[in-house]
Structure formats: structure tokens, C-alpha cells
């Protein structure tokens, strides 16, 4: 071949390579993610790694990017390591180039829909579909009712919250339950669980972790916010009736069982709810095999040691999530003042290990429902990995929606 006619070949050759990747990545949906509300809880940093987890394994024909609130103190070189191919954007220009690249704004789980003012602007501005992923609702004005009306699909991870939407008269064309997305995060850090398991001599299988809490989250002492006397008057309260249940957990599991209990946290806070209202309440002889955590972890470290625990329980919500989402048993103890997200116990198949603390009854049986875990560690992970596998298959459905929304053959 003439050295004329074989640099023609080659740049044809090389702009046609070109001019396939361009349209390739035109016709590449491109999904935004609205997520990563705050990282002072390992679950609400679990929300973000499930739901790209999702996307990753569900819609890989998807180029996603994550608009974040808050991705300090590790959580973005957590998320980066994970998934390399997630730009994250936070404000500003950033933000508004990605409201013009991106197809479709998908609202991530939480407590409410936490961005919405976020996603009336991606409305507004770009009058693009939108949808939400596993939240919570217990309230609703005339524009929040009016602008989940207008979403492609709105998946609700608690049924009261889903009766509660219907009941206001929200008229999504899609309205189901759908499961938290924190229950499909998979990112871990086994290098660290271990070394802190073998610093404390707790062995795999042979340990239950536990959460304490209180009925509001001491915010003044994490983030920069007043003090709330109020809200501090009914912590101290009701911090001995809500602790005394989880105390007899401890008590019959490490006295019935040759299972010790490691006492950790799900927020900043904990590390000292637990030590004042948990471990330093405890008899010596049983303290002694029990663990108290004393400094805050990311979500990849705490998912690595609950995979390597018998099961959890406590007063949290996103800890259990992440253990049944890893097929780990765990049991969830709720009040009021929390939202109706601990009925999604109930939706997936655990009511059995779900409790009210506002309820006597309730609180008599936490005891021995913990301890039979415990004791029967293989009838309960096979409970566990049955709802596991029935958030699996929802969310696999819920991803399918997305693909829908964006064209994508089903």
C-alpha cells in the first residue's frame, strides 16, 4: 500500500473510531443522582454507594453522575475508590452544566424528599423526567403533593409512607413500595474490621454488634447548631426505659451464650450513648465481654464487621439495613419520634424483629427474641437471606423503571 492511500485508511479509520464513541455517548443515557445527604451517619453515607450499586449492576448501559450535599470526612475518596466512573458534583457551574448533560434526575433515598427544592429547579429548568428512590413521607404541602404528581415514579420504602401518598392524593404514575437503597451497598474495608476484631478478640460468628440511641439525635454536639432543651429533656427521659430492653439483650446473650457483644455506633453521637447509657450500666461480670467502640467508623468498615458478626440489634434503622442487604440478621427497636421507615421491617418479611419501645409488651420481648438468634445463628441468617432476597428482586424492578424512563428496552 502507497504511504498517500495508508494515511487516508488511518485517519478514516480513526474518525469513524471517533465518530462512533460520539454517538455512543449521545445516545448513552445520563442519569444524575441527587444523593449523600450528610456523613456524620453511616447510613446516610450508605444511601449514596447502594443506590450506584444498583444503577451499576442494573442500567451498566447508564452513565451516572452524583450530585452530592456532603461528601467530607473520607466519604468521597470512599466513593471514588468504588466507583471511578462517578463524577460527583456539588454546586455551581458544576451543577448547572449537569442539569443540561444529563437525561433524567433520580432522587435517592432518604428520610423525606430531601432536595426537593433541587428537583422543582431540575423541573423547572429543564422540564426533563424525573423519579425517587426508597423515601420516606409523613407530611406534604400543595407543592410537594404537586411535584411528586409530575414524577415518572415514586417508590416509597415504608407502606405507611405509600398510604400516606396515596391519602393526599399524589398521582404518580408509578407509587409501590421500594426498598431503601442503603440495603444494597456493598463497598467494605476488611483489612480495617479485622484488625480491630482481633485487637478485641472478637471472632467471626462468634459476636453480636449492638446500637444505641436516643430519641433525638444530639445534633448540638456533631454539627454546628444551637442546643434544643426540649429535645434534650426527653432524651434523658426516656434514655433508661428505651436502654433497659437492649441491657437485658446483652445481659442473656453473653450469660446464655458463649457470644460476645461489640457496642458501636451509627452517628457521632453514639460512641457516648452507648458508653454512659449502655456499658458503663452493665454488671462487671458481663461488661467484660462486651466491646465498647469508642471512636466513629465509615460505612465501610462498619459493613465489614457486621458480615463477620452472628447479627445485630439496637435503637438504629440504617445498621439493620445494612445487615439484612448482606444477609446478616438484625433486629430494629423504633419509637415515635422516628419516622415510619421502621415498618419497612414489616413490608419485607421481619416483623418478627421489629419492636415499639413505647410499648411494654414490645420491650418484654426484645430480650429473647435477640437472644434466640444467638442461639440459632443458621435459622435466623436463612430469615435474613429470605427478605435479602426480596429487597433484591424490588430493586431490580425499581432500576428497570429507570431504564424505562430513559428509553432503554426493557
Known sequence: MKRRTFLASSLGAVLCSQIRLAAADKDQPHVLLRSSWQTVNIGDIAHTPGVLALLEKHLPEAKVTLWASDVRNGVRELLEARFP???????????DEMLKQCDFLLHGSGPSL??????????????????????TLGSADEKLVTLLSSADFVFFRDSVSLDFAKGVEIKAPIMKFGPDGAFAVDIANDAAAEKFLAEHDLQPGKFMCCIPRLRYTPYWKIKDRPFDEARHRRNEEMKAQDHAPIIEAITQVVTQTDMKVLLCPEDMSQMEVGKVNIYDQLPPQVRERVVWRENYWLTDEAISTYRRSAGLFGLEMHSPI??????????????????????????????????????AEDRSRVADTVLAIAKNPAAAKEKAAAAQKRVAAIQKSMVEQVGDSVGLPS
Open 85 to 95: 466512573n462517578v463524577r460527583i458534583v456539588q454546586r455551581g457551574p458544576d451543577v
Open 114 to 135: 430531601v432536595a426537593q427544592r433541587d428537583v422543582q429547579r431540575w423541573k423547572d429548568e429543564t422540564g426533563k423526567p424525573f423519579g425517587v428512590f426508597g423515601i
Open 322 to 359: 445494612m445487615c439484612v442487604g448482606n444477609g446478616i440478621p438484625a433486629v430494629v427497636c423504633r419509637f415515635a419520634e422516628q419516622t415510619s421507615k421502621g415498618f419497612m421491617w414489616r413490608d419485607i418479611g421481619l416483623n418478627d424483629w421489629l419492636f415499639d419501645l413505647d410499648s
